[in-house]
């Protein structure tokens, strides 16, 4: 299985699990155990680079073997001074469809005489939220290109080919050419209209699904906090997308080309007085957000422009106030690839509001 990983990640795996040992973290040999495809021995990476992370902050970790708890165990187990949180990871990554593709089709196409173009469908060019859906895709692939060759086959057979074969996945596109050497085209993803939007209500679904985990612990972890941590390996979402879906978009004064507010449109001074006067009917959620902030999240509220704060504020709530479901999740940690920073997004509406002090230790310089 690791000869079909990249040596240089190789050797990062190994620097993680010395790192990890160091700062005496439990189970490492057991969490790798779990690895029994490439799909999953992925998603295991993951977990061992949240691991650091939560060990770097000072917190005591536990990696929590699959079933441990039955059929519902969360990845991890963070201990800090006396409190617990426990985390479950999830990785959305980019599908490694062309690499495979490249050298299935080199090899299969060198005396056929034709370069083929590959056209893929949504259901191996979509980027993957978790190893389960990664080996579907790869079965789909796999399929695709068996397919393929079986056509190629036949019709050689019957000393004729088709402009275009068909396939669970692919569209393969076939030109004749005139040096009588085979060779693979260009590869085509679909439209999958605007990819960051699209991606993101994956994600968003994703996280719910994981939130929802918890109701499922044994009854003595029902009231530990209880964390998502996202592994972002797709280029198009970065922090401040996930920012807007989890709290929120933004409206008021800025500059148009101010993305950092996710600025939609300007308002006046006379709508922004109206805004604060009526601000219990002209602001979604307003209740919640006073009861959050009477709670103790103040700061974090009008970081976020929940209160209305420097002229601007949410007019169309994120998924932590939309969704019910996450009212589980005391926070979503997530990593940015790249760079591979890591940032912490704390859910003010949760019914714990651990919160609050897992921001700290997010956010102290340890």
């Given at each position: 299985m690791l000869n079909d990983y990249p040596i240089n990640h190789l050797k990062t795996i190994g620097r993680t699990i010395q790192e990890?040992?160091?700062?005496?973290?439990?189970?490492?040999?057991?969490?790798?155990?779990?690895?029994?495809?490439l799909s999953k021995f992925t998603s295991v990476l993951s977990?061992?680079?949240?691991?650091?992370?939560?060990?770097?902050?000072?917190?005591?970790?536990?990696?929590?073997?699959?079933r441990a708890w039955g059929d519902t165990t969360p990845d991890i187990q963070a201990d800090?001074?006396?409190?617990?949180?426990l985390v479950e990871v999830t990785r959305v990554g980019q599908p490694k469809t062309n690499g495979i593709i490249?050298?299935?089709?080199?090899k299969l196409l060198t005396n056929t005489g034709y370069r083929v173009d590959c056209v893929l469908k949504?259901?191996?060019?979509?980027?993957?939220?978790?190893?389960?859906?990664?080996?579907?895709?790869?079965?789909?692939?796999?399929?695709s290109l068996q397919s393929l060759e079986e056509q190629l086959s036949k019709y050689e057979r019957e000393n004729r080919l088709p402009n275009r074969l068909d396939s669970v996945g692919i569209e393969f596109e076939l030109i004749k050419t005139k040096s009588g050497k085979g060779y693979l085209g260009v590869i085509r993803g679909p439209v999958i209209g605007v990819p960051t939007e699209a991606l993101l209500k994956s994600i968003i679904r994703r996280v719910v699904q994981k939130a929802e985990m918890r109701k499922k612990f044994p009854p003595e972890y029902l009231s530990v906090p209880y964390l998502v941590a996202l592994d972002c390996i797709e280029w198009s979402v970065d922090?401040?997308?996930?920012?807007?879906?989890?709290?929120?978009?933004?409206?008021?004064w800025g500059k148009p080309e101010d993305e950092s507010n996710r600025v939609l449109a300007t308002i006046n001074e006379a709508e922004w007085q109206n805004l604060l006067a009526n601000a219990e009917t002209r602001i979604p959620g307003?209740?919640?957000?006073?009861?959050?902030?009477?709670?103790?999240?103040?700061?974090?509220?009008?970081?976020?422009?929940?209160?209305?704060?420097?002229?601007?504020?949410?007019?169309?709530?994120?998924?932590?106030?939309?969704?019910?479901?996450?009212?589980?999740?005391?926070?979503?940690?997530?990593k940015e690839n790249p760079p591979g920073d890591f940032?912490?997004?704390?859910?003010?509406?949760s019914t714990d509001d651990a919160g609050l002090w897992i921001n700290e230790i997010f956010n102290s310089r340890i």
């Open positions: 990890l040992r160091q700062h005496g973290c439990i189970n490492i040999q057991e969490k790798i155990s779990d690895a029994t495809a977990e061992l680079e949240f691991a650091l992370h939560l060990s770097q902050k000072g917190m005591r970790v536990t990696l929590l073997p699959d800090i001074k006396q409190r617990s949180c490249s050298k299935r089709l080199n949504k259901n191996i060019a979509f980027p993957t939220l978790n190893h389960e859906e990664r080996e579907i895709q790869d079965k789909i692939l796999e399929e922090a401040l997308d996930i920012e807007y879906g989890l709290y929120g978009t933004t409206l008021g307003w209740g919640r957000i006073q009861e959050a902030r009477q709670r103790g999240w103040n700061d974090i509220l009008v970081a976020h422009h929940l209160i209305p704060s420097d002229r601007i504020y949410v007019s169309d709530p994120g998924s932590f106030l939309k969704n019910a479901e996450l009212n589980e999740l005391s926070g979503l940690l997530f940032h912490f997004f704390p859910n003010p509406f």
